[in-house]
């Protein structure tokens, strides 16, 4: 049996072993047995795929361009009232809509088969001929009976035509190659879309007797049925029988479709097998994530006129105006489908596009249309953004995990009928009682697409979790790419099966293009200066930029009086968009992916020598080679920790929910203060770390440190007093609302007395919140003393977890109490139609993310209490430049508050003496420390 390595897998070191002369295809290139084989070069595959992308591609691009036309343009002609021209009553029209799913989903299956047996490149051109004949022949439809029969031929003629086609480029690409080229095939979707509202915008002008809407049928229909002929003589059988590759090429598209595609060549088709992919668990979280998928994208396809035209433009603008956005959703396929290959990353972009729907539903059904016409066509645009992406990456997804042929190709043409079917719920939700607005349709749609997000995001993070498994069982680091096409062919029942959630494991640790790993925690001395830096810089920035938030006024800016001014109170929602940024973290670590996929690609082309018939290391630093090499038993870190990976990933699930607890709170209590009395309250932070270091990690605290904690509870009063008493005429006006309460001769009194109650109000909250926050910082470093795990990573599951706990709250006390705080739809409004909010809040993204990381990386390097000492010195430059923009006035009080939280912090850390101290010897904790703590 002779061997064939993957350079793919030459960093991993390993060798694959496929069976190439077991392959009974007459036309298969069988090479010398007992011969190694070796890819050939980076440059020589790259000039194969590039043959591939100008012969295989725009040829198949052209065909479903057809297929999506033909499909789509029913909802291009209604604009052109058809259905008045046909005499349709009632629902007739969304019934001739569902009819052309219902053989779509039947004879999918069996036409899919059928292609395996006779090769899509025979089968795909005659489909492309019924469905253009079906087309054509709508054009002389006479009633709504005869219209209801073409649809039904018309889903039958398309039903397997996209699953075919995903089958026939397995053949050629191999599993990193798969989701861009699909995606530009795919675009040709979105292109059609935009193509047919153009089309329909030069056809519906022609004056004649003949209705136009009957020209856009033959125009479109003859198109197809004449392209369909050139496909049927242009398409190869398969990669290594091209007609326009050579004998060397052939052989290397043998050998890359045998040794990483998603196919297993030769294989004749077998019902048994092809039906035992049911038998996998997998299969149905597939198939749910397509009927969660098949709505929005049904949607969209069928309705994105009728939606456009709700922005009020008469029926050629409106065919018009739906070119824009499916050409940018094009745009956005490509680029997501794109990032995807190159990071080998499938399921988080699969669950980002479903966002991306949910939220542009959600805004178009939320705002009103007709004062807010650029908001509205901004949401078109997003509604196109997320239904392509997650079907081309979806059909990668399953198709990288699937190599047994009469599998994947069953599982294709069950699951993409399956997300058509749901066309049926499409065409049904867009009742004409609903026009023009739609709620229901729109509120629909955008909960398909919300559900379909966590279920990829649950799919996932199974497959992680159960290749973990595997891994641990085996005791080595196995990952898709390192098992042969063999043995991937036997799915998880083989047991060095590795699912493909990312093409590679996306939770544990980043390899750089020499195989050492990426440590992003620098716990070197020279990198100490630079993290605390950092951490002001960013700490500082969002603490002012909220603060910048509250004073913005929302409605009656005009008024003379400032009481009846609304400002932007909307702190759940920053609590949201806080979280927002900290998974922003998963962005960062996609890039240093996506470096490390091309920085190896050349690396990865080199020939690995032979020793006995085992791979022998690349290097001979045997320093790094246990940590490349992902083969190695997984083993702790050089500080005892072991990784965080797997389900115990939920622990950090806890100090989210401290988090969430902490900011809401600070948020409130910051509209009632001004920036330096928060972020001097903030300052009660190191007497509850204290407190909790001792319950929690088992610390002992001598005398003068409880000392220390009294001054900074008696500075923190201070400062609490020094706002209550003092009034601040240059105060932010972001609660002036609740200040001025009362009128009349007496009213000053009791506006100053109301004013000091909010202070004091404010200050309990901030330094209440201080428990939640002391308790993340905890919880935070006792799990970081028992795991290992990239403090960037962290953030980005903190991110996760905070983002959907609190979206889950909002939504629940919107519908609750839907006021002040909790009227989310409000603070979407407001945030939406202000420039200023809407740039502060990217901005507070941008550096609560950074603010996290950096403070993370303080803890492991430091300690959670000098953290908290290092977040408490940010208060001075907060406080100067709050005053240099005059939003407060100078206090000698807050003065001599502030001087006690810093003596109280200092002492507590050992940075000064204490009294009646100096001469005792103790055990100190210094802010900066040459080698990280350990705590025991």
């Known amino acids: 049996m002779p061997t064939a390595k993957d350079p793919e897998l030459a960093k991993n070191d390993l060798e694959i072993t496929s069976s190439l002369s077991s392959s009974k295809h007459a036309g298969a290139p069988v090479p010398r047995e007992g011969t190694t084989q070796h890819l050939p070069n980076y440059e020589h595959e790259k000039a194969l795929t590039w043959k591939f992308d100008l012969r295989i591609l725009p040829m198949l691009a052209i ?45 999918a299956p069996p036409i899919g088969m059928l292609g395996k047996k006779y090769g899509p490149h025979r089968v795909l051109p005659i489909m492309m001929f019924c469905f253009g004949s079906a087309t054509l022949l709508a054009a002389s439809v006479k009633n709504w009976g005869s219209l209801m029969a073409l649809r039904w031929f018309l889903g039958m003629a398309e039903s397997a035509f996209f699953p075919l086609v995903i089958y026939y480029l397995t053949t050629f690409y191999r599993r990193g190659e798969l989701a861009r080229r699909l995606a530009i095939f795919y675009a040709a979707s979105n292109i059609a879309n935009a193509f047919s509202g153009l089309l329909a915008f030069g056809v519906f002008q022609i004056e004649s007797k003949l209705d136009s809407w009957r020209y856009l049928f033959i125009i479109e229909g003859s198109l197809t049925v004449c392209f369909s002929f050139f496909a049927y003589w242009y398409l190869p059988k398969n990669a290594y029988e091209a007609g326009f590759l050579n004998e060397a090429e052939k052989q290397l598209a043998y050998t890359r479709i045998q040794i990483d595609s998603s196919s297993v060549v030769g294989e004749k088709f077998n019902l048994k097998k092809a039906l035992g992919i049911f038998k996998e668990p997998s299969t149905y979280g597939f198939l749910v994530i397509e009927v969660c998928l098949g709505v929005p994208l049904q949607s969209v396809s069928l309705f994105l006129p009728q939606i456009v035209q709700r922005l009020g433009y008469d029926r050629i603008k409106t065919n018009l105006y739906t070119v824009a956005p499916n050409i940018i959703g094009a745009c956005v396929l490509l680029i997501l489908a794109f990032t995807s290959d190159y990071t080998r990353l499938r399921f988080p972009f699969i669950a980002l596009g479903f966002l991306l729907t949910f939220i542009g539903f959600i805004i178009f059904a939320t705002i009103d249309v007709e004062h807010s016409l650029r908001v509205a066509y901004f949401a078109c645009f997003m509604m196109t953004w997320g239904t392509s992406a997650p079907s081309v990456l979806l059909s990668t997804w399953y198709n990288n995990n699937v190599a047994d042929e009469n599998k994947r190709v069953t599982l294709t043409s069950v699951g993409v009928p399956l997300a058509n079917l749901m066309g049926v719920v499409s065409s049904n939700i867009f009742r004409p ?31 992680v979790i159960d290749n973990k498994r595997r891994n641990t069982k085996q005791g080595v680091n196995l990952t898709a790419q390192d098992v042969s096409t063999e043995k991937l062919r036997d799915g998880p029942r083989n047991g060095e099966f590795s699912h493909s959630p990312s093409l590679k494991c996306t ?6 293009s020499d195989g050492a790993r990426l440590t992003l925690v620098m716990a070197v001395k020279a990198a100490v200066p630079f993290l605390v830096a950092m951490m002001l810089l960013t700490g500082v920035c969002n603490t002012l930029l909220t603060k910048y938030q509250d004073m913005q006024c929302v409605n009656n800016c005009d008024a003379p009086s400032p009481k009846y001014r609304d400002h932007f109170e909307q702190p759940v929602l920053q609590t949201l968009q806080m979280f927002i940024g900290e998974m922003g973290c998963w962005l960062v670590i996609g890039l240093f992916s996506l470096y490390q996929r091309y920085a190896s690609r050349r690396a990865g082309y080199e020939a690995i020598p032979d020793n006995a018939g085992i791979a022998t290391p690349a ?3 045997s320093s790094t080679a246990d940590i490349a090499n992902p083969l190695k038993p997984a083993h702790p870190d050089d500080e005892g920790r072991i990784p965080l990976e797997g389900r115990s990933i939920l622990l950090l699930a806890l100090p989210a929910c401290c988090d969430i607890a902490g900011t809401t709170l600070m948020n409130v209590g910051l509209l009632f203060v001004a920036a330096s009395i928060y972020q001097m309250t903030r300052g009660a932070l190191v007497l509850f770390v204290g407190l909790f270091s001792v319950w929690f990690l088992k610390r002992h605290l001598g005398l003068y440190k409880w000392f220390a904690l009294f001054v900074v509870v008696f500075g923190v009063a201070v400062v609490g007093l020094a706002g209550a008493i003092t009034r601040d005429d240059k105060a932010t006006p972001g609660h002036q609302s609740l200040h001025d309460t009362t009128v009349g001769s007496v009213g000053a009194e009791k506006k100053a007395a109301s004013q000091a109650a909010m202070t004091i109000i404010g200050v309990l909250l901030i330094a209440g919140a201080q428990i939640f926050t002391a308790t993340q910082f905890v919880v935070e470093e006792r799990i970081m003393e028992k795991y290992a795990m990239e403090p960037i990573k962290v953030v980005g599951w903190e991110g996760l977890f905070g983002f959907l706990f609190t979206l889950l709250g909002m939504i629940i006390l919107h519908f609750a109490i839907g006021t002040g705080y909790f009227n989310a739809r409000e603070g979407l409004y407001q945030m939406t139609h202000s420039r200023a909010i809407a740039v502060s809040s990217l901005l507070i993204m941008i550096s609560i993310g950074g603010f996290n990381f950096f403070g993370l990386s303080v803890t492991r390097t430091v300690s959670a209490t000098s953290r908290s000492t290092i977040d408490t010195c940010r208060t001075l430059f907060i406080w100067i430049v709050s005053l240099g923009l005059g939003w407060e006035t100078f206090k000698w009080l807050q003065v001599a508050g502030f001087a006690l939280l810093v003596y109280g912090t200092f002492v507590f850390n050992d940075l000064i003496r204490p009294p009646l101290k100096s001469c005792v010897e103790r055990n100190h904790e210094p802010l900066l420390p040459e080698d990280p703590i350990e705590h025991h």
């Open 63 to 107: 065909m479903y361009f057809s297929n999506a036309l033909d499909k789509g343009n029913i909802g291009n002609a209604k604009t052109d009232h058809m259905d008045k021209d046909l005499g349709f009553v009632g629902n007739q029209y969304n019934t001739m809509l569902s009819i052309f799913y219902v053989p779509y989903v039947i004879f």
């Open 433 to 463: 009682q609903d026009a023009p607005k739609y709620i229901p349709a729109l509120a629909t749609t955008a909960a398909f697409g919300a559900t379909g997000s966590v279920c990829a995001l649950l799919l996932g993070t199974y497959m």
């Open 507 to 512: 939770v544990g640790f980043l390899w750089s």
């Open 619 to 621: 290097s001979d630093d």
